[in-house]
């Protein structure tokens, strides 16, 4: 008998998720419960952290991309309502590299719509998750807008996914960028909403590097 539950013991340690299993016993019926626990996870030793913090941290080929774009650029915008014909605006944009070159910091200044227009972007490589992340917030709202995405390896373009408030509906909409290096001085972004079911593009900035 102890050689039995010894062995079970050993069995029950060997797993990598543990079983449980919660009886819940009534007049009528017995009610099983079956939750699933991932085992802990394996410790590194201190110079395997060391090392994946290490990789974590330094800016790699992606991180060349972005830091690529620094300088001042011309933004010519054109974005469409339901109804009428698309609108346009010009704008500069700034961008820098921060961090020790990780993150890419963008600041943009014009005019749209007869209103001073101002607004901050923020693009960040997970060097873990292989995974863009955009921020965006501008003087024309109180929200924050953040996107992720993935490029394809060889791709010139970025795709972007996210959400954006439309406060004449008090809705969040499903968004989508699409980010294109078309040349060294030339990049187009393309933003497309969901609405009512349909997607349907909502802006274009073609950038071109002063």
């Avoid at 990789?55 to 690529?68: E, L, N, Q, S, V």
Wanted: net charge negative; with cysteine; glycine share 8%.
């Amino acid at each position: 008998m102890y050689l039995g539950l010894s062995m079970l013991a050993l069995c029950l340690a060997s797993c990598k998720t543990e079983v449980k299993v919660d009886e819940t016993t009534t007049t009528n019926d017995t009610t099983k419960v079956v939750t699933t626990e991932e085992a802990p996870e394996v410790k590194l030793d201190s110079v395997a952290e060391q090392k994946a913090w290490e990789a974590y941290m330094t800016p790699g080929k992606a991180h060349k991309m972005m830091a690529d774009e620094t300088g001042t650029w011309t933004c010519d915008m054109t974005f469409w309502h339901e109804e009428g014909e698309p609108m346009k605006a010009t704008y500069t944009a700034v961008n820098k590299m921060i961090m020790g070159g990780r993150y890419q910091q963008t600041n943009y200044t014009g005019n749209m719509m007869g209103m001073s227009f101002e607004g901050q972007g923020t693009m960040s490589f997970d060097n873990s998750t292989k995974e863009y992340t955009s921020t965006w917030i501008d003087n024309m709202g109180t929200g924050m807008m953040v996107m992720k995405g993935k490029m394809e390896e060889g791709s010139n373009s970025l795709e972007l996914k996210g959400d954006m408030v439309d406060p004449a509906y008090n809705k969040v909409r499903p968004c989508r960028e699409v980010y294109t290096i078309v040349d060294e001085n030339t990049r187009k972004m393309e933003m497309f909403c969901t609405k009512g079911g349909k997607e349907s593009k909502t802006m274009e900035i073609v950038m071109k590097r002063k």
